[in-house]
């Protein structure tokens, strides 16, 4: 394999886990938010924060030359795991749901 490519794969290995840690400390916070939540009798799912964070995070892909639709399905995929984490934390009770994981 080139030389150039290992070193890029070295680089791309790194990003992925930064990744990796970034997801976990999200879905720390929003575990916390279900639970919150969850105790005030608030649903899962917020439509209007969700429409604020599209038009944002459709800007922030855009000024960094990305498309917004794959931000939007980037976005899309974690929310729609947080939700039904949230509805698993409502129906369940905070002490007894797993950690959120994409398989959860
Ligand atoms: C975490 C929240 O709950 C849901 C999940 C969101 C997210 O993962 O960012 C955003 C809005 C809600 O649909 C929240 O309301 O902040």
Known sequence: MPAEILR??????NI???LMYLLA???KCTR???ELKAAGGLPPEDL????EQIARLGQ???DAGLDPALAEDFRSFIV?????HHALIAARGDGD??????YS
């Open 48 to 51: 209007t924060r969700e429409r």
């Open 16 to 18: 992925d886990g930064a």
């Open 80 to 84: 729609t795991q947080v939700k039904h």
């Open 25 to 27: 400390e999200r879905f």
């Open 97 to 102: 749901v797993p950690p959120l994981d994409i």
């Open 8 to 13: 890029l794969r070295h680089s791309i290995d």
């Open 60 to 62: 922030i892909a855009a």
């Open 32 to 34: 916390r938010v279900g």
